[in-house]
Every structure is written in C-alpha cells, then in structure tokens.
C-alpha cells in the first residue's frame, strides 16, 4: 500500500518541481501576452473582412513601397553601423585629442527627435537656407537655374537625418559591448601576428555581434516605423503606405493587414540573424579585465579620429541645438504663454513611469528566457518586442481596442455591483499612454538586457544554483548587480524614447492632456516647427543629462573597473605602449 | 539610491494627477475631438466659456479619433468633434457615430448646402483650393481653369504637395465627380509632366518655391495667402506672398472647388445641449469673425464680413457640387494618384 504511494507520489513531485520551475516561464509568458495585446488585436482587425487593397497596391505602388522601404533600411542600417561601431571603437580602444568629450557627446543625437532634425536639415540646405545663401554670394550665383544642389526632400535626405539621430543605439551597444570585453582574447589576436585592425575586424567585432545585432535592429525597426520623417522627405515607403490604406482609402483593416506584414518580415529579419549565429555563444569564459589597452594615435591618424567623431555629434546635435536655440530666442512667447510647465512635468513623469516599467518587464523577461523556459518565453517575448516596428498610431489603436474592452466590461460591473458608472477608466486615462509606451518600446529594454545576461556565463547560474540560491534570489544576488549598468541603459533609453514619442501619446492621451512632444507636433505638424522651438528645445535638453548618465554607467560599468587589484595594476603597465 | 527613488516616485505621482483630473466632473462641459490645432480654436473655445460657463476638454489628433469613438462604444465621453476636410466628417457619418441635429440657430447661420440635410455635420468656414501663379512670370489669363493645368504650356512650371495630401484628394475627387474618372486620369497625368519637382512640403512651401524660382504656378488653400501676407514674426513670408497672384479657376464654369471645416455631435454624447451650444456658438458672429479674420477662411455665415485681405482677392464663384457626393470619391481618388505615381514626380 505504502509502495504505491510513493510510487504515486514520485511522477507527481516530479510534476510539481516542473511546475514550480516552470512558475517563471508561465509568469513570463503572461506579462509578454499582456505587452502583446495590442499587437494581437492590430492583426485581428487584419482579418475584419474588407475591400481587398492589395490587388490595387500590387497593381500600383506597392513595388515602390518596397523599394524605398528596403533602400532606406539599407541606408540607415549601414550609416549606423560604420558610424556607431567605428565611433565606438575608437573612444573606447584609441587615444586620440577629444576622446573624453566625445564618450559621452557621441550619445546626444538620441536626445533630438528625427522630425526636429529632418525640419532644421532642410530649413538650412535648401535654396533659402544658409548654406545656398552663402554659395550663391561666394560663387555670384544668381539664381537656381545657375548651378546644381542635391534635393533635399529625398531618399538622400531621410537616410542622412535618420542616421544621424539612430546611430547613437549602435554606438551606445557596441560600447557598451568593446568595454565589456575580456582583454585576454584581445592579446591574444596580438600575440598571434594581428594588428589593431585585424584584431577589431576578426575578434572584437565578431565578439560584439549580439550587442551591434541588438542596436543595429532597434535602428531597423525605428525607420520602419516611422512617418514623420519619410512623409517631411517626399518618401513613399511601406509604413507611408499603411498611413494612406488607412486614411484616404479608408481601410484601417487593409492597413492593419500591411502592419501585419510588416511584423513578419521583422520577425523573420530577426529569425535569420539567430539562425545565421545559432550554435555560436559570447560569453567571456576569462575573467581577466584589465584596464584596455589603448592605441595612441598621433598625426593624421588623431586628426580624422577627431573628426569622425566631431562630425555627427555637430550635425546630430550642436547643428539642430543651434538652430533650435535661435528660433526659440525669437518665438519663446508662444512656448511660453501655453502652460509650459506643466507640459514639461507631463512628459517627464510619463517617460519615468514607462522607463521603469519597461526595465522591470524587460528583465523579467530575459531572465525568464535565461532560466530555460526556453523557446516559447523566447518566442512570447520576441513577439512582445516587435511593437517597436509597428507605425505607432496603428499601434494606439491596437491598444485602445482590448483597453475600452475591458473599460466596458469594467463599467458594466461596477453599475450592476455598486450603482457607479466607471467611465473610461483605463482607455481614457493615461494608464493607456503608459501601456502603449510599454509595448512599444519593449524591445529597448528587453533587447539590451537579453544581450547584457548573455554575456554572463551559465556557469555562474550553475554555481549560484549549487550553493543553494533559488532563481529569484540568483537573479536578486548575482545577475542583478553584474547587469546593473545595463538596466540604467535600458531605462534611460525608453526615458529618452518616451520624451519623443508622439502618435501614441496623441492619440491614447486624455482630454487636455499635453506633453512637449504633442505641443510640439501641433505647431511641427504644419511645418511652423519655429513657434514651438522652445517646447522641442526641451525635449532636447532633457534628453541630454539622461545620455550623460548613460555614458557614465557605461564607462563605469566595465567589470573590474573602480576596483583596482594589485594583479590588474601591473597588468596595465605591461599594457600601456 | 534612495534619493533617485524619492524623485521617481515624485514623477509617478505628478503623473498620476493626469488621472485625478479625468475623473472629476463638477462643472458644466463639453468633450471635444478637434483635428484642429488647439492654437487656432483656443480664442474661440476660450470666449465660449466665458459667455457660457460650459468647460470645454479638448483632445486634438489628426488621426486615430474615429477608432477611439468606436472603440470606446457607450462609453465614448466625446460629445462633438471638429475636424477640416469634408472626407473626415462623412468617414465619422459613414461610421454610424454621429447624431442628427435640429437648430434653428444653426439653420439659420449655415446656408442649406454646407450642411447635411439631417443635421448630422455642419460646415463652419470654406476654403477654395486656388492657384498661386507667378505675378512675374505667369500673364494674366494664362491661367484660367484647372484643366489648363494639364496644358504643355505649364511644362515644368507646377508645383504641389503630396497628391495623398486630404486638400488634393478632394479637389481630384471634385474633378472625377464632375468629368468621370477617366479625365480625371488624363487631367492627372497632364499635371504630373508639368511638374517641376516631385510633390513635397505643405502649402505654404509652394509659395516659396515660386518666389524663388523653382516654379510658376502653384495649387494651395486661400487662407495660407493671408497668414503670408500678414506674417509679422516672418516678414520674409511677406516677400512669398508679394510675388504671388491669387488665382480662381473654373470662374467661366462650374466655380472654384472649395472645401470645409465644419463640426459634428456624437451619438452617444452625455452632453448633447452643451456640444449643440458649441456648434452654435461656433456659427455666430464672435466665431465666424475669428476664423475669418485670424485664420482668413470665408466665413459660412452671410452677414459676417470676410477678412478685408481676402476680400481684395476679389469675390470669386465657387462649385456649388455636393460635398459628400467628393467625399465618397475620396477613395477612388486617392487610387488614381498611385495608378499615374503622381507623387514620384515628372520624369517618371
């Protein structure tokens, strides 16, 4: 009788580990299903039965679309990468005039939101802006007919300004990735005949794959989606498309059908990089991280180091920042007479509370995936994180549908239960702003962090583990303080993001609610960017001690850093040329 | 830490007041959905709770408001919605969102054919989509209808924004509904060679691209003539304006295609009386003076003067042609300019 039990018992303890184990996988799979509702229901309103749109697209402009779309990918997707790897190569491994300023400016163009840069560029180059101003005066040019100047409003255009605004993703991921990186292979590339080149080509590179992969994407994904941009540069592409299925043809679902689209091709884009480096691991089997060695370059060589790296941060930043200034000098009235203020404050604690959140969801996740929840945590959370890709007012909608759902659903309990109508409780408040930042910007934060946990050997779980931690307190004492500097990135990265972000908060925010970005975008909407130039000023501004931050931590976050052994200390001076 | 923490929290707390404030309702008021710029109606929705005491809570968005209402259902708290183009009053009526309005005030100030017969939206102010033509380099009478637009005289003259643009897919709605959809097509093509870039910017970026030379003729909006003329913050605007000649076409024909912006009560509005106040306090003579006179639009009410600016332009005829029957052709005429690329520009 006793035996049966026990054998009884045995399946079933087993079972009950499993699902005691798997208590974080269901846990993450949950809160990724929550972050992917809206994306959910954007593709079940593709399947709302409607005109069919695309044997027109097809017929016409959907060739275009395509076109424009992958050019501009391919543009901005190799703009970012030569400019944020290289850049960040170069601050962190090359002694050159101006290294130190440059850490942390490098970073500044991800405080300027693309459309403010897009306004400024053109406001400057074209035939009445400053620079043709000048070349007609020098060369007596008289009028346009005279000489030739590349237009502006072009495929040429919104690849430089995007470049310019997302290489900062790259650069701040690669860093982060070259700091991180043990000296020991490094020296070894030396050792085996390599020169600094060869050694960043054929090993640091290769080493920081994960990391560039994670940048270069979140930049992919943001020229997706983007409107303001490509619509200010006359470019027809895939998300322009869905924009105009939607509004002057009148089908949201055939727009929904083309975001969806959309998010497969991301999910593929994704799924062959994994694919192409799957058997592959990067972390640092060595824990030896003595301070870099540093290239000290003189001559030329410093010179166009300094260079290539003053060139984005003056057209990135101190360009737009100039302008912005001088527009704001002259209309601060306008900015100023609204209640700037309370905008300000607005957009401050609506960018915090999605920041933090953001990380927390982030974290769980990628711990989740870490744990061996495996493939389908992996596959929810992946899901989750292309929100990123989707043209954010389709998104708002997908967020506003399942939200007033439940408000309904809410409201009707609360009459039959209490006598109080609810309203609007969740959709018209902004907790749905909050949620759709969320879902949004995911994949900043689950990216980085899923990159940065990837980068800490199994080992230590295995040790952990061993001696006797469970996985939250394994996460709490070793994973917690090991990505510590990756969490204050991830944070700061959606903080910076949320600043920006417009057709989410317009569309999902309550009655008189504004942010600086919204109160930008009604005066921006109409090309009159100057009467609001001290609202973007601001975005601006308050995006720069959130990138000063980052840099800090980053520099800072190089394990054995700030705590200098005896055995490191020599090392360096071997190091040292 | 510790500190950090305490200044988050902070924030989380401001932002939290975001939600107290939605919550309460003690006054008298009225939701708003505006696809107009809070700058531009603020004097009037200002001035209307003065006299009224009603609070006006205004949510402004170009896109996504007819999915926010019907997403919402009963629980919608939108009460009217003002918007610009015809296309997005009809696409809120076609949705089933809007609710019929009789008012004798309304009636009385909006003349029969810039509302709908039922009361379901009203027309506020008209715009006519005009040419800007080149007081130097484009004859007087050079240019007298749309269709001399096509014409290979104009060839490499023309400049426009995008041809998606709500203003330019109606004027090629108005055109399909006048002349059929094929000479609407040969009417676009005409004016796609004569081109002399690709379509960008807003409208106020084709009066400039005149003055600078890039080309001769321009289609725009009335009202953006009157902002230039009157820029004191930008007096280079002036000089745009100055080397322009407002131009109505079709004066021989069928009139000048114009277009509104105009207002609407939603179905499920709690506040019925407070958002047919606002629509009839929009339609009185405070209003219609300010859209007239800061905005430069032609005001729907008779007796309100236009703008002595936009009276020196002279009076013009405009299509009397059903605006809903334009937009229902809104669709038709959006596929056409894909079906020609308009948007990629002559030479292509």
Redesign the interface.
Known sequence: MSATTINLSGPLLRAFRRFRLDGWTVGAVVVAALVATPLIAVVSIAFAPDDDIWAHLSATVLPLYIEKTLLLMLGVGAGTFVIGTGTAWLVTMCRFPGRWVFNWALLLPLAVPAYVLAFVVTDQLEYAGTLQVWLREIFGWETRQDYWFPEIRSLGGAITVMTLVLYPYVYLLSRAAFLEQSVCVLEVSRTLGKNPWQGFFSVALPLARPAIVVGVTLVLMETLNDLGTVEFFAVPTFTAGIYDVWLNMNSIAGAAQMATVMMIFVLVLIGIERFARSGQRYHHTSSKYSTLPSYRLRGVRAFFATAACTVPVILGFALPAAVLTGYALEFYEETLSADFFVYAANSLSLSAIAAVLAVLIGLFLAYGTRLGGGLVVKAAARFASIGYAVPGAILAIGVMIPLARLDSALDIFSRQAFGIPLGLLLSGTIIAVVYGYLTRFLALSYGTLEASLGKITPSMDGAARTLGCSPGMALRRVHFPLVRGSLLTAGLLVFVDCMKELPLTIILRPFNYETLATFVFQYASDELLEESALGALTIVAAGILPVILLSLTIARSRPGQGAPNAASATETEGMVP | MTRSLLV?LT??????T??A???IAATPEV?LYSYR???LIKPMLDEFTKQTGIKV?????????L??IK???????ADAVLTVDIGRLN?LK?AGVLQPVSSKILDANIPAHLRHPEGLWFGLTTRARIAFASRDRVRPGELRTYADLADPKFKGRICIR?G?H?YN?ALIASIIAHEGAAAAERWLRGVKANLA??????D??QA?AIY???CDVAIANTYYMGKMATNK??P?QKKWAAAIRVTFLNQQGRGNHVNLSGAAVIRNAKNRANAVKLIEFLSGDFAQRIYASQNFEYPVKASVAIDPLVKSWGQFKADTINLEKIAKL??TA??LV??V?F??GPGS
């Not at chain 2, 924030?11 to 939290?16: A, N, T, V, Y």
């Not at chain 2, 919402?72 to 708290?77: I, L, T, V």
């Not at chain 2, 870039?197 to 807003?202: C, F, H, I, T």
């Open positions: 988050l924030f989380i707390g401001i932002g939290l975001g939600i404030f939605s919550g939701n710029q809070p700058f809570n205004v949510v402004y968005a170009k896109k996504g408001m999915e926010k997403a919402a259902g009963d629980n919608s708290p696409e076609e995008s998606k709500a897919v870039r690709k379509p960008q910017g807003n106020r970026a400039k600078e030379g890039v913050k930008k280079e809104r669709s959006s596929k894909d079906k690329r948007n990629e």
